[in-house]
């Protein structure tokens, strides 16, 4: 979701101002009445006064099932229409919506300074704080929690109680539950690696989600975690991170999953409780994999797989499979065709 403690939002605006804003004339969209908008999200978490986008027939059932009072889509769902929901049928419904983003949310994400909390952090008696830590207006640190030297805290951040913040690392538009314990040189909330593709000039799509973080989570020396684009990225209770990993916008991690270093998830993976993830694995993202699955060592997952799978190789594939074509080719390489 779009949270305002990190992005504030220009809202509430008649649709055709918002859609005027940003340079586009609510005329050529034949709109049958005028709605306020109140915020944008995804079709998932959207209300009746919420903006979403349905880029593709792939989105229908996401789009039968939302509530999302206007919904930016593509010619070939314009006709499906619902009382409590303007379809808006348009050639190009992601540009549009990155146009009515850029008016609601003005503050450049990147400026995550900028969120619309105005309170004094909250620090819990007992909070151990080392020199050197910047910590943003309306942030929220719990009792117990050692922050180490040189650690940003971002506005509207809040962590638990009982956690450990190494040095030099830098949360942003994050919330932290208990007993979390990040390592030095950690980078939570970031932006996402989110671009239209143009073969002009490739256009950044702003990243207004958060990253969650439950209870006694680890995560590794200099690992980064991408907030969500309009979601969130997850990362569940008791999972262990190890250093240097990458986890991209919109990811969500079960509970208790290993992810070993060098590993990388792609936007928008998936992964069950219990997923074990060995050394430089890595996944082509929009993808999962199924709860208690083994992903071997420099596995590349480019598509999903059931629960309880034992998977290596690149492209990944059932362990069984991968040895057996392993063998083979070795044979191969001592002359034996068989």
Request: glycine content about 14%; some cysteine.
């Amino acid at each position: 979701m779009i949270d305002t403690r990190f992005h504030h939002c220009t809202g509430p605006l008649r649709l055709s101002d918002l859609l005027r804003r940003a340079g586009h004339e609510p005329l050529a969209f034949e709109l049958p009445y005028d709605p306020i908008v109140e915020g944008a999200s995804d079709l998932a978490d959207a209300t009746e006064r919420s903006v979403s986008f349905a880029g593709s027939r792939a989105y229908r059932d996401a789009l039968d099932a939302s509530r999302a009072g206007i919904v930016l889509v593509v010619p070939d769902l314009g006709g499906d229409h619902r009382d409590d929901q303007m379809r808006i049928a348009c050639e190009k419904p992601y540009d549009v919506f990155i146009d009515l983003l850029e008016v609601l949310y003005p503050d450049d994400t990147r400026l995550t300074a900028a969120a619309e909390v105005h309170d004094a952090p909250l620090i819990e008696p007992g909070t151990v704080i080392s020199p050197n830590i910047s910590i943003g207006n309306g942030a929220q640190i719990g009792a117990g929690t050692v922050l180490g030297p040189n650690v940003s805290i971002g506005a509207g951040v809040t962590i638990g109680r009982n956690c450990v913040i190494g040095a030099n690392a830098s949360i942003a538009c994050a919330h932290l539950g208990n007993d979390v314990v990040i390592q030095p040189g950690v980078v939570i909330g970031a932006e996402g690696f989110g671009f239209q593709l143009r073969t002009d000039r490739h256009r950044k799509i702003p990243q207004l989600g958060r990253v969650i973080i439950q209870d006694r989570v680890e995560i590794g020396a200099n690992t980064t975690v991408d907030r969500g684009t309009l979601g969130d990225t997850v990362i569940g209770e008791g999972s262990k991170i190890d250093n240097l990993v990458q986890v991209g916008h919109n990811c969500r991690i079960g509970r208790n999953c290993v992810i070993s270093g060098m590993c990388g998830l792609s936007g928008s993976t998936v992964l069950g409780d219990g997923v074990i993830m060995g050394g430089g694995a890595g996944t082509a993202g929009h993808l999962t994999i199924g709860a208690n699955s083994k992903v071997l060592a420099r596995s590349g997952v480019t598509h999903s797989f059931p629960p309880g799978s034992n998977i290596a190789g690149a492209p990944a594939q059932d362990v069984r499979m991968w040895k057996r074509e392993i063998a083979a080719i070795r044979r191969l390489g001592k002359g034996d065709d068989r």
